[in-house]
């Protein structure tokens, strides 16, 4: 008989006692002989009767009752990890970067984890060292090395938050969220140790040198160039933000040397606008005007005191410290075609590095961050890029931007002693390299 019903029936007899002690529920063998059911039914006291139903429909109920599995039920959470997930938890990230990363070749190991992360082995640690004080410092619940090759696996292949999410299990609003900080991070506290003006004479006087023997131009330190980078704005802005391509953007500024590395950022502008705007706008432009940058290396050409000097395309204003071409279609005399195609050749060098930079960390192409974020998103990402050339990763394949167009720039009233500078400069430049390079 089923424990329940025992236990029931118990219960009902310590019940009757206490309700009518004087008439037995179970009568003892001897008194059964002469009782029958029937005298229960026709007994004076309502409890024999009471019971009696009672008993009965516990046991209609017990009957109907299914027995019990002692089989352990089968699991069917709902939120039961995506097996896609598992490869991407924070115990395969540690077996991945400890046990496993060991176990492999040097070369092996780099090439994978360019291929997950952007960038090889040694130069993840070196930014995970540099960023893990920080990181600890805002009580995040993850790991730090965890965080960071999250946060490079998105600006490598250019995922969305809500991809990454699917991922690592996490909720889209927390991959945004440690997207944000790790990107705030590389663009405050690192960039200024991996993103600096050549001041110092021995740096200054490699990158001149090697710029010279590029183009044959002495005291060139720099190329400048602006680049749009796509974004997500929605109606916001309106055009403001459209670009001369056509789509959504905001304006990247950079200054490159001879290595294809930044030693200056600027992102201050929508996509509408031009060249010239962003330059005027940029904290580069105001130290250069004020003579807040000085370059201790002036050589004389034909009689000028020329000092360190970038150059650009005809979209910038000539100055006294920017270069520009004569003409944009070639049709200056054989010196100043000449002078144009050098320093155009000097100004290939921020052409490629912009090129790597959009190709090493994809998300630039088409970026998915917030518009209030994607400035740092972008410095950050020029940070990387600089790490990547010191420590001489192998260059992906680059990304080519649409050939590019518009006017010429024009010099503002307090840009005149600059320009008419720049001309005499730019001139002395012209006739010196056209007779070097007649007389060989």
């Known amino acids: ?30 008194s059964s002989s002469g009782s029958s059911p029937s005298s229960l039914l026709s007994s004076s006291s309502p409890t024999p009767l009471l019971f009696f139903t009672l008993a ?50 040097a070369p092996l190991r780099d090439a994978q984890w360019r291929t997950l992360y952007g960038l090889s082995y040694p130069v993840f640690t070196t930014v995970v060292e540099k960023l893990k004080p920080h990181i600890t410092a805002s009580n995040l619940s993850l790991p730090s090395d965890y965080a960071v090759s999250m946060v490079l696996s998105r600006l490598a292949h250019g995922f969305s938050a809500k991809t990454l999410a699917s991922r690592y299990s996490l909720e889209p609003y927390l991959i945004s969220k440690i997207t944000n900080m790790v990107t705030r991070l590389l663009a405050t506290k690192l960039y200024p140790e991996f993103i600096k003006i050549p001041v110092s004479r021995r740096r200054l006087i490699e990158t001149t040198q090697a710029f010279e023997e590029l183009t044959s131009l002495p005291n060139m330190c720099g190329a400048i160039d602006g680049s749009p980078i796509k974004v997500r704005c929605g109606d916001i802005g309106g055009n403001v933000y ?55 290396k002036v050589i004389n050409v034909r009689g000028h005191h020329v000092r ?3 150059v650009g395309d005809w979209c910038y204003p000539l100055l006294s410290f920017l270069m520009t071409p004569f003409s944009p279609n070639g049709s200056g005399t054989p010196a100043q075609n000449l002078f144009d195609g050098m320093l155009m050749k000097g100004r290939s060098v921020v052409v490629d590095a912009i090129a790597l930079l959009k190709g090493r960390w ?14 740092q998103t972008i410095v950050a990402c020029c940070v990387l890029h600089n790490l990547c050339q010191i420590a001489r990763e192998p260059e992906p394949e680059a990304w080519k931007d649409p050939d590019e167009g518009g006017v010429p720039a024009r010099v503002l009233e307090n ?20 007779q070097r390079l007649s007389s060989r």
């Open 362 to 375: 994809k998300i630039l192409q088409d970026l998915n961050v917030g518009l209030n974020h994607a400035p």
């Open 1 to 30: 008989m089923d424990e329940s019903f025992m236990l029931m029936l118990s219960n009902l007899l310590h019940l009757h006692n206490s309700l009518d002690p004087s008439t037995p529920l179970l009568s003892s063998p001897s």
């Open 56 to 105: 009965s429909l516990l046991s209609y109920l017990a009957s109907q009752k299914k027995p019990t599995s002692t089989k352990p039920p089968t699991s069917t959470s709902t939120t039961s990890a995506n097996p896609e997930s598992s490869s991407f938890s924070v115990s395969a990230f540690r077996a991945l970067s400890t046990e496993h990363i060991w176990s492999l070749e």
């Open 415 to 434: 840009e005149k002693s600059f320009h008419y500078f720049g001309d005499s400069l730019r001139q002395a430049l012209t006739d010196d390299l056209h």
């Open 242 to 296: 459209k670009c001369r391509y056509g789509y959504s953007s905001v304006l990247l500024q950079v200054v490159a040397d001879h290595k294809k590395m930044f030693w200056d950022v600027c992102v201050k502008a929508p996509g509408g606008s031009d060249d010239a705007s962003h330059l005027r706008e940029s904290l580069l432009y105001n130290r250069l005007v004020s003579g807040d940058v000085v370059w201790d």
């Open 308 to 310: 360190p000097y970038i």
